[in-house]
């Protein structure tokens, strides 16, 4: 696994677009702080540049790098997590603008796979998440149902073998109200 970590690494560094296995669906990445790679995603996708994506990182110590005032109760919910959770931050920072949301919120998820994990350790940022398909359509969940359309744009795509998720559906969504409140938007 770790001559494919570096190589994804290496590719996301360099700006590239790949396909890979995430905890939850097949994912389209680029490294998360590249503004140009970033809206190559958007164009893969034709997805409206309006509409934030989620980034996923490593580890809940990298969240102070990126959001701004983490609300209390995050540091509470966090530990307790079983299963894949996107959780939405107010106040982003150290990120591309199109990849925040109008009111300055963002989604970031704890990656519990171990290649993903592994894969933001390598390259020292967050990575892009978004589902293996075109805006609108419905979100693949096995890589056999990922369209060529969608393959074909990629500069790299993983070996399945490195897919360990059992669920292949979206994460759970949770947005933060304030320290001590907040609501299920996705289940």
Request: net charge negative; hydrophobic share 40%.
């Amino acid at each position: 696994m770790e001559e494919e970590i570096l190589r994804c690494a290496e590719m996301l560094l360099a700006g590239k677009v790949i396909l890979y296995p995430t905890d939850t669906v097949w994912g389209i990445g680029c490294d998360a702080t590249n503004e140009e790679a970033l809206m190559r995603i958007y164009s893969i996708k034709q997805r409206n540049e309006k509409k934030s994506m989620i980034i996923l990182l490593d580890s809940p110590e990298r969240l102070p790098m990126y959001v701004e005032n983490i609300p209390l109760i995050a540091w509470d919910l966090l530990p307790q997590v079983s299963r894949p959770t996107t959780f939405i931050y107010p106040t982003a920072k150290n990120l591309p603008k199109k990849l925040v949301h109008d009111d300055g919120t963002i989604a970031i998820r704890i990656a519990h796979n171990e290649f993903c994990r592994q894969l933001i350790r390598a390259l020292g940022r967050p990575i892009v998440s978004t589902s293996a398909n075109i805006a609108g359509q419905s979100t693949p969940p096995t890589f056999e149902q990922i369209s060529q359309d969608v393959i074909q744009q990629m500069d790299y795509v993983v070996p399945c073998e490195f897919a360990s998720s059992v669920d292949y559906k979206p994460s759970r969504l949770i947005k933060f109200l304030d320290d001590y409140n907040f609501t299920v938007l996705r289940d």
